[in-house]
């Protein structure tokens, strides 16, 4: 090899996305290898069959991806998960596993401790073409770039320099990928009750939805709840978007808001969406309306984001440093719709004393 085709090589893959798959098989970890070192996107830089052999790489070594079974010989993954993302803090863990389904409580605890996502991994003999094309479109889209350019002249994102004019009156929260997490450090940030209603929308299938709601249900005291068609909302009480319906709500008495279920997806494919919710507190709530967008793919939020500002309301957005995708925060950042970026153990400190009454900090 001559020496620029040499140097072209090692360019290659020192830019190329460096991963570890943990696995107890050795056809799995193989196979993985095989599929992801078949993408010049990717380079699977080790291999190992336990949760201490991958703690011990980690210790010397860096990697943007982890891909974890959760049977493991000695200590679980799901054990494991915690001290794999403390040795590795700039990297994300994917959960593949066939004992990890989606749905599962498994891959529900699995995203609350900080996976970024969860694969079904094949039954042996079933690895197809399907499953090679699923995991390097999953992966590449996670670890790929799905941050807006800032719009801000300097490089930072515009920040909404709008006064709160009304105390806050419904709160809506929406997140996607690294959404479980998230919410888990959001709600530990809440030192007291808001006295509003909260409503929840994270993107995952319907089949995940009793598991969320049990999951958001240990977060916070306050009680959590499926959303119901039809029911009027309380303060205080977190409701939930199934996976098959965007949650919305509507004023039906000057001192009644109903919950309504719209199954339909939206303009980009989401269901639920976070577009629909925000719109639907914007038109319930006007002044009163305050939005949350945490880490995600996508985009999803940012016009229903418009129509809370355009009401008199104002949004929050997760800050890039601590999101697994800063996708849909970022989209509302880059749109000058946010008021703040903060880390989701911070925001809701700042709700409550911006929330108070007219005209608190900017």
């Known amino acids: 090899m001559s020496v620029v085709m040499q140097t072209m090589a090692q360019s290659s893959q020192s830019s190329a996305i460096r991963v570890m798959v943990v696995d107890d098989s050795v056809v799995v970890r193989t196979v993985i290898e095989r599929i992801l070192n078949g993408d010049p996107t990717f380079q699977v830089v080790h291999k190992t069959n336990s949760a201490e052999l991958a703690l011990g790489y980690l210790a010397g070594e860096q990697v943007d991806l982890v891909l974890l079974d959760i049977e493991l010989p000695g200590q679980s993954g799901l054990a494991a998960l915690p001290a794999i993302l403390r040795a590795n803090p700039s990297g994300k863990v994917v959960i593949l596993s066939g004992n990890c389904d989606e749905g599962s409580a498994a891959a529900m605890e699995a995203l609350a401790l900080g996976a970024s996502d969860i ?24 670890a790929g770039d799905d941050t807006p350019a800032p719009a801000g002249p300097s490089g930072q994102a515009p920040v909404a320099r709008n006064r709160a004019r009304a105390p806050i009156a419904c709160l809506g929260i929406g997140a996607s990928t690294g959404g479980i997490h998230a919410l888990t450090q959001l709600f530990a940030g809440m030192s007291a009750p808001l006295g509003v209603p909260i409503l929840v929308t994270q993107h995952l299938p319907a089949s995940f939805t009793s598991y969320l709601t049990q999951q958001m249900g240990r977060m916070t005291p ?45 303009a980009a494919g989401y269901l639920p969406g976070v577009d629909p919710m925000f719109a639907s507190i914007a038109e319930a709530y006007g002044e009163g309306g ?37 996708g849909m925060p970022g989209s509302v950042a880059s749109a000058g719709l946010s008021c703040a970026l903060l880390e989701p153990g911070a925001i809701m400190d700042f709700v409550a004393r911006r929330g108070k009454s007219k005209g608190l900090i900017h």
């Open 119 to 142: 694969c079904a991994k094949p039954g042996s003999g079933s690895y197809g073409a399907q499953f090679p094309r699923m995991l390097i479109d999953r992966l590449s889209r996670l």
């Open 222 to 266: 306050l009680r959590v709840k499926t959303a119901e068609q039809g029911e009027t909302i309380a303060p205080d009480i977190i409701y939930v978007a199934p996976g098959n319906a965007s949650l919305q709500v509507r004023r039906v008495l000057a001192d009644r808001v109903i919950i309504g279920l719209n199954q339909e997806r939206t």
């Open 290 to 326: 305050v939005g949350i967008v945490l880490t995600g793919m996508g985009r999803d939020g940012t016009a229903g984001a418009r129509n809370i500002v355009a009401a008199g309301g104002w949004i929050i957005a997760q800050n890039e440093a601590s999101s697994v995708v800063w």
